[in-house]
């Protein structure tokens, strides 16, 4: 038995079916079972709870094999990340508890710095709180999920796709979530370790190397744009950030185009992904149209 936290997102739901597809039994902790009722169908026990109470977290851990832990995405984090200090908290207190034979923490490329992160500070600070867990961790820092860009299905059709990426021919750490998933649910049931691991997950890819596969999708030339750097605050306050909290958001991109999401932080390994931005494109073309 495994417990994957953050099963109705995107990471959580990729690691699910791996490990689902492997044969193995899945549990999950959910605030709302009717949106996990797919996972219920599917053989997952549900927990009722979320990551805001350490004790339904300890009670979701009784006697798993492993756990698979993330927190949440906060957009407009308070100055102090303190939403973030909570769910850390929490799982300090329940994986203290419970101390399961390994744990794999979702992090990101970056998280080894503690400044100018925007909001990677949030797994940075996960990473620090993590360090003196009893239980083999590892953390898995992924790059940028090629998933954030799937509104270039719909915004691409006049050729352009906006991005924050600049310059759109700087490669940075880029994956997709399928990947995060299948490597979680490798870690979960493979070779076990001892201590703490660092692997950072995902290949150098550029934004014009991204547009270029999404055209081939859409059957048109597209190209990467860079948003020009004044207009972030208010293209963010458009994707639903309250004007006045951009700061974590805008800090994010500009560290990533500082080069902060490059491979090859010191004591890490390396796993590249296999599944590129023309699959998930592919693949959420598919869905979308039934």
């Given at each position: 038995m495994f417990l994957v936290m953050g099963i109705t997102g995107k990471v959580g739901g990729a690691t699910a079916q791996h490990l689902l597809a492997q044969g193995n039994k899945v549990r999950a902790l959910v605030r709302s079972r009717e949106k996990a009722v797919i996972w219920a169908d599917q053989g997952v026990e549900l927990v009722d709870g979320d990551w805001n109470d350490a004790a339904a977290i300890e009670q979701a851990l009784k006697g798993v094999e492993g756990a698979f832990v993330m927190l949440p995405s906060v957009w407009a984090p308070s100055p102090d990340y303190k939403e973030a200090k909570g769910v850390i908290a929490n799982y300090v207190a329940a994986l203290t508890e419970a101390a399961p034979p390994r744990v794999i923490?979702?992090?990101?490329?970056?998280?080894n710095r503690t400044s100018g992160l925007g909001m990677i500070t949030a797994l940075s600070l996960l990473e620090q709180g993590f360090r003196n867990l009893t239980s083999p961790v590892t953390f898995l820092r992924a790059g940028g999920f090629f998933e954030n860009f799937l509104y270039g299905l719909q915004?691409?059709?006049?050729g352009m796709l906006p991005v924050y990426y600049n310059p759109t021919n700087r490669k940075s750490t880029m994956v997709a979530t399928s990947d995060i998933g299948a490597e979680?649910?490798?870690?979960?049931?493979?070779?076990?370790?001892?201590g703490q691991r660092v692997i950072e997950l995902g290949s150098m890819i550029s934004a014009d190397e991204v547009a270029e596969q999404l055209g081939e999708v859409l059957k048109l030339d597209v190209k990467a744009f860079a948003v020009p750097r004044a207009g972030w605050a208010e293209a963010f306050e458009q994707l639903g950030i309250p004007k006045g909290h951009t700061g974590p958001a805008e800090e994010m991109y500009e560290a990533v185009n500082a080069g902060w999401m490059d491979l090859g932080a010191e004591?890490?390994?390396?796993?590249?992904?296999?599944?590129?931005?023309?699959?998930?494109?592919?693949?959420?073309?598919?869905a979308a149209k039934g």
């Open positions: 923490a979702l992090s990101s490329m970056g998280a915004v691409a059709q006049g979680v649910a490798t870690l979960l049931t493979g070779a076990a370790w001892s004591k890490t390994e390396h796993i590249a992904g296999t599944t590129s931005a023309r699959e998930v494109f592919e693949a959420a073309q598919k």
